[in-house]
């Protein structure tokens, strides 16, 4: 167990490096947050460290009086006066520690042979030793003299004093936020629970070119099913010429094609069988039976990228509005081997021909994971991907690099975070490299999903209410959900409870 906590400003690390590394060489073990491990979560690392140290050294600056997360960290070392507050510039101090004496070492830079250094030093270890520490007059700020005065003025300042302690208090206090929050990025990532039934996860979807992987079956009824012979492919052309296609037997019919092996990365692709064609057909849905993680991509080829992945095989989509196709399956097995006029290929091309009539195809997944990749046809500046209403567990525009373990967001990642039961609060808004986590939901869901082909991003609208809100960067990460002091001041039903206390 670490025995101090140091709480610092982004812009003062180091400072706090110092001011470790020293008291390291002095045989106390220190937790700052440089030592937090790749791939955990930060903020729970944080609040772990935090809640275990039985010192918490605070060095307050301009920079670390206008820090969200610094004020936070010095509020709950409070707790058990574990507080060693030090104090490196003038007026440095918030307003609701000044109650508190500091250390008053102004300029200094942490340096472990310096006077301040044995100072803190000695401090420290009367803390840690649970004996009262006296800080040297001559290094040390006086307390606030605000209870002083309630004390001679009476009853009346008191209760003054205490109303104002309260709203200081309440500045603190966070509650679950009521929210509307629109993002726009390449990659997002929805923790999906549709509930009973089953859950439409798209719109209908017009596409060029489709592409399916981890396919289990896929079913279709063609007026004509035609396939190519590989012996036949023109490699410089990489094109069949007529006489490779062969009718296969029993077209007319529906036609089946199943994996050649479970777990095998099955994949079927389909496109205009004359390339000329705009449109190869529509993409109705993809239907979720269960609880799923959704991730959404886009790439610089006017392609999207949808993700899903489940617990169990449940995934399952519906393909119509097809004319002549041309379908190319890979690890996928024709239901009736013997129609096919030479032996079972790894990949083999097909030609469905529906001419007029509705073609309708079906795709279901063979294992806990589906990607779809499409090339949606750009009829306007903005594709509209999901209307439904999708219930949300969790969602988050960052990830991890599997490099590096830093968070990433896309670089044309934004957004802007509105509070609905709060109409007058100032709107949040953020870009990259800022994240965007989004936790604890409660009625929680997404109202709209478009592909933005001009900026090559999606836009996603949610609303709900969070009991986790953050944005900012993992060096100063910050709280979006607003305090009790907020719903005073901006709460439209409390305008008589802000009159009285004068807010």
Not at 366 to 371: L, M, V
């Amino acid at each position: 167990m670490k025995e101090v906590f140091i709480s610092y400003a982004s812009e003062n690390r180091a400072i706090a490096q110092r001011v470790a590394a020293g008291l390291e060489a002095a045989g106390i073990f220190v937790w700052w947050d440089r030592q937090i491990q790749i791939g955990s979560q930060w903020d729970i690392s944080i609040e772990d460290a935090l809640a275990s140290a039985k010192c918490v050294v605070v060095l307050w600056t301009v920079h670390a009086k206008q820090s969200r997360w610094v004020r936070a960290e010095a509020h709950a070392s409070l707790k058990n006066e574990r507080m060693v507050p030090v104090m490196l510039e003038a007026n440095s101090v918030p307003l609701a520690f000044t109650g508190l004496q500091a250390l008053r070492f102004f300029g200094w830079e942490g340096a472990p042979d310096s006077k301040e250094f044995s100072v803190l030093l000695n401090v420290i270890k009367a803390k840690l030793a649970g004996k009262p520490v006296i800080l040297p007059a001559e290094v040390a700020t006086k307390a606030s003299w605000v209870g002083k005065i309630a004390a001679v003025v009476g009853l009346k300042m008191m209760v003054s004093f205490m109303v104002a302690a309260l709203l200081m208090a309440s500045a603190f206090w966070r509650m679950d936020a009521d929210v509307t929050i629109q993002v726009q990025t390449g990659r997002i990532e929805l923790a999906v629970n549709p509930g009973k039934g089953h859950e439409r996860l798209t719109d209908s979807l017009m596409f060029h070119k489709l592409s399916l992987q981890n396919v289990g079956r896929v079913s279709l009824s063609p007026r004509q099913l035609l396939v190519a012979n590989p012996d036949e492919l023109d490699w410089e052309t990489d094109e069949y010429p007529p006489k490779a296609w062969v009718e296969l037997l029993g077209s007319g019919r529906t036609w089946e094609l199943n994996a050649s092996k479970p777990g095998l990365n099955s994949t079927v692709s389909l496109e205009s069988m004359d390339r000329k064609e705009l449109v190869a057909g529509k993409l109705d849905a993809i239907m979720l039976a269960q609880p799923a993680m959704v991730i959404l991509e886009t790439s610089s080829k006017q392609a999207m990228t949808l993700t899903v992945r489940t617990d169990q095989q449940s995934q399952r989509v519906v393909l119509s509005g097809l004319g002549k196709v041309e379908m190319v399956g890979e690890g996928l097995v024709a239901q009736e081997v013997a129609t096919l006029p030479f032996g079972q290929q790894p990949e083999l091309t097909y030609q469905a021909l529906f001419d007029g009539q509705s073609g309708t195809m079906t795709v279901e997944a063979s294992g806990k994971t589906f990607i779809v990749v499409l090339n949606p046809i750009e009829s306007s500046k903005q594709i509209i991907f999901s209307t439904t209403t999708l219930p949300l567990e969790s969602l988050d525009v960052s990830w991890q690099d599997p490099k590096t373990g830093a968070r990433k967001t896309h670089p044309k990642f934004q957004g802007v975070v509105r509070y609905r039961d709060l109409p007058d609060f100032p709107e949040v808004k953020f870009k990259a490299p800022m994240f965007l986590t989004v936790d604890k939901l409660e009625r929680f869901e997404t109202t709209s999903i478009r592909l933005d082909l001009t900026n090559q991003t999606f836009v996603v609208e949610m609303q709900g209410t969070a009991g986790y809100l953050k944005t900012g960067t993992a060096e100063n990460p910050q709280d979006l959900r607003p305090t009790v002091l907020n719903y005073i001041r901006y709460h439209p039903n409390l305008a008589p409870l802000r009159k009285l206390v004068g807010l």
